[in-house]
């Protein structure tokens, strides 16, 4: 089983940067691919970004491909991402997942955070 806690959300105006980190217990991190999906209110969750277990392959939503980047480090059991030139519409609740399929699908995904506020204003 893995536990995953985001952290590095806040408010930031647009064009800003903000870096989010999900750090997971245990000792299988490396047996997982990761990824990230947010929530905005009164949406369903979307996909945003996912890695494999080497971190070899990253995929994006459209809408945040040249502006986010995927990251791990298997070492620190933690995967990142930074997030540039945040926009309003990125406005949501960010959360890390964990699944031994790699995928852009949330229903792949067995193991979740909590979740991170992330708010851009304009």
């Known amino acids: 089983q893995v536990q995953l806690v985001e952290s590095g959300g806040g408010l930031v105006q647009a064009g800003g940067s903000l870096r989010l980190s999900c750090a997971a217990s245990?000792?299988?991190?490396?047996?997982?691919?990761m990824g990230w999906f947010r929530q905005a209110p009164g949406k369903e969750r979307e996909f945003v970004a996912a890695?494999?277990?080497?971190?070899?392959?990253?995929i994006y939503l459209d809408s945040v491909k040249g502006r986010f980047t995927i990251s791990r480090d298997n070492a620190k059991n933690t995967v990142y991402l930074q997030m540039n030139n945040l926009k309003p519409e990125d406005t949501a609740v960010y959360y890390c997942?964990?699944?031994?399929?790699?995928?852009?699908?949330?229903?792949?995904?067995?193991?979740w955070g909590q979740g991170t506020q992330v708010t851009v204003s304009s």
């Open positions: 890695i494999t277990r080497s971190g070899g392959i990253t």
């Open positions: 997942a964990a699944t031994g399929r790699f995928s852009s699908s949330l229903r792949e995904y067995e193991y």
């Open positions: 245990g000792r299988t991190f490396s047996s997982y691919a």
